[in-house]
């Protein structure tokens, strides 16, 4: 029996003319732009659609975009194709995604879902302003050996991708420090990342001051599937659980390597990335060899579900 889960991904999969193809061809994607422009009160879609590639990348940009752009394609194909995907019983999206997965389950309205993307982007920018920080990847090294590498040089784990793919973060001359040590230890790979801040660990501390009062403000319901968490690895299932992590979720690690295990351990053996790039399916892949994957980011990829 197929139990499915549908997966989004976070900042890092945007590209220029994302969603241009969708937008031309389905009403209810080219709805989906159009009302997130009327909420955020200027052209996003442009933006997506156009460029220029510096300006897309920026954190304001990217996570609203990032997220219009998932929903546009997730409405795409109810549109085309709404018998051909199977009902999720699970959702969980890569820390800016699980705004996304938050928003097809219901507990999470489109239009606050767009704002609230926009304010915690700008907010972790300022926050990397007033903070400077950096982010690695370390390839090839076990969890357990990093976290001791870590807890020595000050830095913290900012995303459990998959075995062997650790993003950490901290401060910057603490980041450098850690990434000479773990190649002196036997990583494979560790290289900076080009990102505007210190993401996923304390330094964004001034941006979950600043989102707290914002997300209390939202209106939030239970979801009508159950979403997890990032920094738990466990379900969201009511109101209180997703406020909860969306304000944890800023400063803490995304636990996304627990998270598919977790989905596995519940008996899902199909995967669903829904948005632009193939990242979290990728990542899926290295975590089990026994589940399939389906990527739908595009008009190609919505109409051969009719296939």
Known sequence: ???????????????????LDLYNKYPSAKAVFDRADE?????????CFEGPEEELELTINAQ????????????????????ALPKPAYAAGHSLGEYTA???AGALDFDDAVAMARERGRLMYEAGLREPGAMAAIIGMSREILEKICRETGTYIANLNCPGQIVISGEKEHVTNAVRITKER????????????AFHSPLMSSA??????????????????????????????????????LLKQVCNCVRWDDTVRYLLSRGVNNFIEIGPGEVLTGLVQRISDDVTTLNIGDCDAVEALKL
């Open 64 to 83: 609203p975009a990032l997220l219009v752009m998932s929903i546009a394609t997730f409405e795409a194909v109810c549109e085309f194709a709404p018998e």
């Open 186 to 197: 036997g990583a494979k790979l560790a290289i900076k990342l080009q990102v505007s801040g």
């Open 39 to 47: 909420v955020l009160g200027f052209r996003l879609s442009k933006l």
């Open 102 to 104: 938050l928003t097809v």
């Open 208 to 245: 979950a001051e600043g989102l707290e009062p914002y997300i209390k403000r939202k209106k939030i319901a239970d979801p009508n599937i159950p979403v997890i968490g990032n920094t738990t690895a466990q379900e969201l299932t009511d109101a209180g659980t997703v406020r909860d992590e």
């Open 1 to 19: 029996m197929t139990n499915s889960a549908y997966i989004f991904p976070g900042q890092g999969s945007q590209y220029v003319e994302m969603g």
